[in-house]
């Protein structure tokens, strides 16, 4: 090992505990679990969105694509494939609930 190769041993490292690790919290919902990332609640395109009235895409931002999958298969209609809304509004303000707790 060269002294290079060990400078850049302790730049990588170095650059590793720099990095601020990213906050999550869970948020669970009729027993299936999700995890937030808070760094996507506080993106502002996410607030625009809100703001405009764009709650199911903020909801797949904040989810991420397989949470929010998982999140519309739970509440497939097994009978016709369809994916109910009646629970939605449950979901969404429990999930702000949850962050707004997070921050007191």
């Known amino acids: 090992m060269t002294a290079g190769d060990i400078e850049q041993t302790v730049s990588d490292a170095v650059a590793e505990q720099e990095q601020p690790r990213i906050k999550t919290l869970i ?8 995890t937030i ?12 969105w ?3 009235e764009k709650v199911i895409k903020a909801l797949k931002r904040i989810l991420g694509d397989e949470q929010w999958d998982r999140f519309k298969d739970s509440q497939r209609n097994e009978r016709t494939g369809a994916v ?9 303000n429990g999930l702000f609930e949850k962050l707004n707790a997070g921050k007191a």
């Open 27 to 34: 948020y669970t919902f009729e027993g299936i679990s999700y």
């Open 84 to 92: 109910g809304v009646d629970k939605l509004e449950g979901f969404i």
């Open 37 to 48: 990332r808070k760094d996507a609640v506080e993106d502002l395109e996410v607030l625009e």
């Open 50 to 52: 809100i703001e405009d």
